[in-house]
């Protein structure tokens, strides 16, 4: 199985509005993320998936840096057809070389993450490495929450990362990702915060899950002039009756398909994976794949049915071949 | 008439939780900005009244760069009383000696107006002085607004500020005030922003009426990873359906509150009011003064009336003396 590193740069400009046809129903137009999505999307079918990692089978005459054969991880780009594939053309700008003490199917689990993650707290938060300020991480053992924590605690070395998390197991595992202070979201995580009598003050909230139900205690729990950063879509958003003014606290959406989507700052994310490899192989950011199946109908069934329940650890990972030693590889 | 520079320096720690009844009604408890208000505002009767331009009386023994008989002008705390009286106790810190060139009513008109303005530009959208990017600002002629065009265009030098004013007498107040393009806020201002074929993107919207009105055109127009910042509170708050998410934008509060409601950065309005004295005596800033009104029972009905009628231009000032020679103003 090989992935293809692309000939085109970028794609942005490629793009032609497509007449897709709109639900009639216009309450059921899904605008969920990205209003003008039908416009910029694929002709049909869309497939599916976006992490993936796998090996170089030809690349385009204006790829300098790499070369069939070569094996690599990427995360996709929401206009371009997916890696739930057996051969998927992609932005030769947006890959990486594979850590080399990761299997495929490890590899594969990253990247959609922690580049999210990295975006969230080095791009948007503006965290500055060293920085003496607190963190709160909504889902901490969540994808996306187990990479963060991980950046913040072990990449921008803050002194406070408290996460969320909620049965023995969850906390367990954030603790390993980087957790300093794990508080129970079934419970008041306002006055859990408060328990803890924390030196450093909380300057910046992650909201990984449910965002409306967070901002509230977010508000409550940040210093004056603190930050949110959500990743995650909602339609209420309260504001009125919460700290979010009285504090001017700012907020910010964090979502990875931004630049593929309007073709802006296109090498960037093969930067941060590049930075990725070498984290992963001094040790000092851990791969948090939880589960594997395989590259099947079933497993994506299985996969899809895991993140449904709400209950998922870390990631799952899909692969051609279960041990994941060669191959493609997505989660 | 005098004004005083007092000898507590903060006040946060002296304030106490006093016990005011809410209204009996939950819904009519006033959470507008600050949920916890009645917590620490002063005993009653509260006098109203932010800005307040006078003369010193007298000062407390810590008070070292301020003597009776200066003349200076400053905006309040939310949690003091105000400045509708013939004395005032202010924090130190937060008074600036008044610019040579304004009478007191003129420089009474500034303060809360550009303090807020500056608090909005620089320090929560963090515009870079000499930035290629435009801003979009709603309301040009208001009170704030006004304001914010002339640090946008004068102060930190961008090339492009967008304004927003309906009438024709508003529209070239605007200009004077900074403007370099004006757009209608009673038609399409995404059409007419499209229209105007910028060659710098707008990377900046600052919102001063209406904010559940201008959030989705603001998402409109803004490029990816652009902010949005408010002043103005509101119960409606539309995020779903824009492009908010997709394009990952910011959005934040500015509360000029904020500072002296928490106790921090004590010394920063008194700093922004020397540097905004400088400004207005070298005439990059001017003053907005529109309107001047007696300070008394007629003068504050004609104003608060004028206000509410929601067509003010720049500032209503209100002086002890009409002619604003000397003594005491409020606006």
């Known amino acids: 199985m090989k992935a293809i590193a692309c000939t085109e740069r970028g794609g942005i400009e490629t793009l032609k509005p497509v007449t897709v046809p709109k639900p009639s ?34 690349t385009g005459p204006s790829v300098k840096d790499l070369k069939p054969g070569d094996d690599i991880f990427y995360s ?15 932005d030769s700008r947006s890959v990486a070389l594979k850590p080399n ?55 921008l070395e803050l002194p406070v ?63 004056p002039f603190g930050k949110i950063c959500s990743i995650v879509q909602t339609q209420e958003f309260p504001q009125y009756g919460t700290e979010m003014m009285a504090k001017s606290l700012a907020f910010m959406w964090c979502l990875l398909g931004t630049k593929p989507y309007y073709g802006v700052q296109l090498e960037s994310h093969g930067e941060i994976l590049r930075e990725l490899k070498g984290f992963v192989e001094e040790g000092k950011v851990k791969c948090h794949l939880k589960q594997r199946l395989g590259l099947n109908y079933e497993g994506l069934r299985k996969a899809h049915e895991g ?25």
């Open 25 to 58: 129903d216009p309450e059921g137009y899904d605008v969920l993320d990205y209003p003008d999505y039908y416009t910029r999307c694929p002709d049909p079918p869309h497939v599916l998936g976006f992490d993936g990692a796998g090996t170089i089978l030809s």
């Open 76 to 90: 996709g780009s929401p206009i371009r057809q997916g890696s739930n594939a057996q051969y998927q053309l992609v």
């Open 101 to 155: 003490n990761l299997e495929f199917v490890q590899a594969a689990a990253m990247p959609l993450t922690y580049i999210t993650a990295y975006e969230a707290l080095v791009e948007r938060l503006a965290i500055t490495k060293g920085e003496d300020a607190g963190i709160l991480i909504v889902n901490g053992a969540g994808g996306v929450g187990s990479v963060a924590s991980q950046i913040a605690r072990w990449v």
């Open 161 to 223: 990362v408290v996460t969320t998390a909620s049965r023995e197991e969850t906390q367990s595992f954030t603790k390993q990702m980087g957790a300093t202070h794990v508080v129970n979201h079934r419970e008041d995580i306002v006055q859990q915060i408060k328990d803890l009598n924390l030196k450093t003050p909380i300057r910046y909230v992650f909201i990984t899950s449910r965002t409306e139900q967070y901002l509230g205690p977010a508000a409550a729990v940040l210093e």
């Open 307 to 331: 993140l449904e329940s709400g209950k998922g650890i870390g990631k799952v990972g899909l692969s051609v071949d279960l041990v994941g030693e060669r191959g493609k590889a997505f989660t």
